[in-house]
């Protein structure tokens, strides 16, 4: 087993006997930055939140030293610090899930998204437990604490999401046998049930209201909208595409003569095939006209790009995911008064479905949003015709332009 590269050990504690004489002259910390002090027991020491402890003693400040480094992590963040072990610690688990996660980034089985929620779930993780905490020394009481502290921070589905990733770590050192037996992670590490999701949600929406747009706010966004801005939102309108969709949207899956997009989802690879409005089709031809150059000729293909030339959304392993359509949409909502809680570019797809859910052809709607069907019709269904797709796609444009001697929106 690989032996941990910061071991931990116990803190040493020295009774001091009364009859012992105390070493005179303490000395002068080695350096100015020396992070100990030299306290009258003889030893060094350092106070951390308001304990005070001790590394060794004064004729040894290197070896003092490396016992606060092998222990600070521990004690900066309120914990006791663990004995030393050749045991897999989390450290050790968390670099070789993050590993296996990487070569599936590099044969693009994996997107640079899932990839950065799971780097960023290790680092939770190592943080809350400790690099060098052996994972065989983990209890209960542990991931107890660590969904407390989760669930300061995010709400129910958020916190599932989180649970969910943290479990799956230490499902893969099992599965991989680094251990030998499952993490006993006690009743308290559940995600939320179904009905705190249910109940969170009607609390949102009792707040917010729902999260979709109304045909006349579509509208007036639309109008108000600059290319490509447009274009992303009626494609968004049109057939439920959302902003990672949009920006590895390929030229190539787009017939303009035919008016369909055939382009499987990035997310789920799920075939997908969206008939286009008019409108759409007009919007696409002047965004693709007016396209500046890609930076990086691997983008050559794509129908959209910011005006520096790159990807409207970016994601990878070390940075945050940059949504530039996200951003300037909400800045669209703020200049025109539309902007409130739940609504951004994502609510365009919800209300996308909502509506499309009109046609009562519910087979056909997976198939334009690009959602899995696990029913078991979808086994023996070999195909969805156009003129069911065009069917979704027009109930959803009479709601967004309806005629006028219709008086409004459905």
Known sequence: MTKALYPISTEARVVVNSTVKRPKNKPNKPYPDFPLYAHATGRWAKKVKGKLHYFGSWDDPQSALQKWIEQRDDLLAGRTPRVTSDGLTIRDVCNRYLTAKRHLLDTEELTARSFQDYYTTCERTISAFGRNRVIDDLVADDFRALRVTLSKTRGPVALGNEIQRVRMVFK????EGLIDKPIRYGQAFDKPSKKILRQ???????ENGKR?????EL???IDAASQPLKTMILLAINGGFGQSDLSQLPKSAIDLDSGFIDYPRPKTAVERRCPLWPETIAALKAAMADRPTPKDEADNNLVFV?????RWVKANSTTMRDDAVGKEFSKLLRSLGLKRAGLNFYAIRHTFQTVAENSRDFPAVKHVMGHTDDSMS???????????LIAVTDTVHRWLFPAEDDGGPE
């Open 306 to 310: 910011t005006k520096y030339g790159n």
């Open 200 to 206: 969170h949600r009607q609390k949102k929406q009792a």
């Open 378 to 388: 979808s086994i023996y269904r070999e195909g969805i015709s156009d003129e069911r």
């Open 219 to 221: 509208c007036t966004i």
């Open 172 to 175: 893969f050192a099992y599965d």
């Open 212 to 216: 979709m747009f109304e045909a006349k």
